[in-house]
């Protein structure tokens, strides 16, 4: 009840008059700041890795965008134009994010539009380059899933699997790639146990086998939180969205090398060099790069604040009875998967969230399905039940993961098993 | 493991007694282009430019790319620094240059030691660190005449340098070493070519672009504000003046003959950049002029737009064929912004027949036809905006 007061706080006063609207904003700031508190206080969010909360900064400057600047960025006039300004200076700021040029990416309407597009665009592009992909055996369902699309077309798909740590070599990838495979796609970071994947590794190692077979990173766990550098990596697709670092929902982006291509998976209008056609969410892409450059800005920062919450989440459980901690030692620590076992991952989950604790049974994407990446990592049916992605963000505090093992460790004793 | 950048100059080497006033140009060229990579010490000695990064933050390969498009470097190579020992020395070569050893054929040694305290002198260092070399990569053969792989070891007062590959600078002068231009800036392919080739040649420029709203637009403006935010990448910053040249234009419509109007426009814009450049101290005028390519570019014609200024008005692309320019186009990345379809002022109020063997009698006689020429010409120098663009961007275009 009380986290709903403060979702009441905000929404009048988004309804207040616009007049006024600027003026309270920068006078209820300090009001804001506490009532955000406030409400980190009742609602413990720890599912950073399905979606984070949109950051003020980026929230303000997409009002600003919806109520002021909303031109048509491919408008000839003096709005479209201001518009195009702002959507170019977005590009710029993903760019630097990602470590690449501003013409080389293409804004989506988010990571499973620019997934797809990689993989069933490439594919489109270059019929003649060979019939074979190589994947990861623990993809995103945006990947995999568009990998079965190949195979519905004729494609063979060889799928990598992971050791028990969610770890690949570069060289278990190469040994699968040869002269007919034209693309290999391997994720940077693993969305449910957040290992970290040998990518720039991975492109030299698929070059020597084959020069001519196409690298397609899906780098969503990755945007701002490592740094990530596309062009030097040499990867021919990376992909990328906005909502996992505090920016809004339904906006992404596809980096394609100068020299590669894709063919458009939609037909329309010339926005985005017409590979990506239909207006262009032109809030969404501001705020997007807002987002990205606040990341990037605060890199190392925020890196140092979410281990500090990660170690003292682990502090508490580890090596109590009953608990596995699923995810690799060296991996990012922006999420930490782990097993109760003995008690289902759903039933903890719910019985987390009635006092606020919000955490994950593992990927949002898959609905509550079985997750496919610890069984892609060999783990038992036992550790699969009961496994619960808890991810970070640097809203959350050392405080805040104390209490939430506590309630983990107590659920333990009160859930009838 | 410390790693640094070592730069070779070019054609400053061949200069004479203020060789070092080049030097110190491009030193301070190369400092402020790399400055936001990191923080660095720069310094010379045996005309190599020596650029050490002050600690582990410096983005050493956004340097290098960075400095690969300086002019006045000929070379320039990324070297690791480690203490004189000669088993370190030869386990960091190894380990530092292992990956082009491994893509390496043929390779040879290659010392200096101007540290003649060192107890190896140079032939033995060769052999020795061939030796350890050859039994790590058996792949490997020595070829000293040509070889693939040349690895330098520099023995030097502060410590040893391993380096391998040299990869190319951009040529050419420091810019500012030459002096100052105006590039007369449209929005096409040809102009950015030729502010590039003459900064080359240490020129520093004043970029001067011409706009006439409505006819031509905003979009127009910012497409050439991103090629000249391009051109700073080789160029350094770039103040770009931006003339307002409707009212003129207008006036020729009006008052002269229109098979003359692109020619009497050119005469004017080298009439307003003249006085821009002498304000701004600049000795001569860069346009992108090829001969021959349109109406505008003939000999008759040149002689015509020439005869408007005093000050010499350079010309590099006078012999090149528009492939030639587009090559060099793609090559400093503005090929892409200068195809994007914005109408600009020359493309204003084009004759359907240009003329294409003016005289510059014909052309002075239609001119006297315009009244006010000189208020107008007064107006359009008073009134123009000027532009500050860096590689960071330009305020209120590209931020």
Known sequence: MRSNCNICVK??????????????????????????????????YFDNSATTQTSPEAAQLMLEMLTQSYGNPSSLHAMGYEAQLKTEKARRQLAKAMGCEPKNLLFTSGATEANNLALLGAAAAYPKRGKKAVISGFEHSSVEEAARELERQGYTVCRVMPDQNGHITAEQFAALVDESTLLVSCMLVNNEIGSILPVPELVKAVRRKNPGTFVHCDAVQALGKLKIQAQKWDVDYMTVTAHKIHGPKGVGAIYIKQGARVLPRQFGGLQEKGIRPGTENAAGIAAFGLACELADAGRAEHLRSVTEVKNRLLEELRGVKGIVINSPEDGLPYLVNLSVLGIRSEIMMHYLEQEGFYVSSGSACAKGAKSHVLAAMGIGEDRIDSALRISFSRYNTPEEAALLAKRILQGMQEIRR | MKEIILLKDGEIALKGLNRSSFEDKLIKNAKRRIAPTGSYRCYKAQSTIYIEPRDEEADIDEAVARLQKVFGIAALCRACVVEKDFDLICSTALSYLDEQLREAATFKVKAKRSDKSFPYDSPKICSELGGVILDHYPHLKVDVNDPELIVTVEIREFGAYIHAKQLPGAGGMPVGTSGKAALLISGGIDSPVAGYMMAKRGLELIPIHFVSPPYTSDRAKLKVITLVHKMTAYCGRLPMYVVNLTRIQEAIKDCCPEDL??????????????????????????????????????????????????????????????????????????????????????????????????????????????????????????SVEVILVTDKGAKGYIE
């Not at chain 2, 793609?330 to 084009?350: G, H, L, Q």
């Open chain 1, 11 to 44: 929404i009048s006063f988004f309804r207040r008059p616009a007049l006024f609207r600027s003026a309270l904003w920068a006078a209820s700031e300090s009001n804001m700041m506490k009532s955000e508190k406030i409400m980190e206080q009742t609602r413990h």
């Open chain 2, 261 to 382: 109007f692109t020619v009497i426009m050119r005469r004017f814009m080298m009439m307003i950049s003249e006085r821009l450049a002498l304000k701004e101290q600049c000795s001569a005028l860069i346009t992108g002029e090829s001969l021959a390519q349109v109406a505008s570019q003939t000999v008759h014609a040149i002689g015509c737009t020439d005869a408007a200024s005093s000050l010499p008005v350079l010309r590099p692309l006078i012999g090149m064929d528009k492939e030639e320019i587009i090559t060099i186009s793609r090559k400093i990345d503005t090929f892409e912004t200068s195809i994007e379809p914005y109408e600009d002022c020359c493309t204003v109020f084009t004759p359907k027949h240009p003329k294409t063997k003016p005289t510059l009698a014909m052309v002075t006689e239609a001119e006297a036809k315009i009244p006010g020429m000189e208020e107008m010409i007064a107006e359009a120098v008073e």
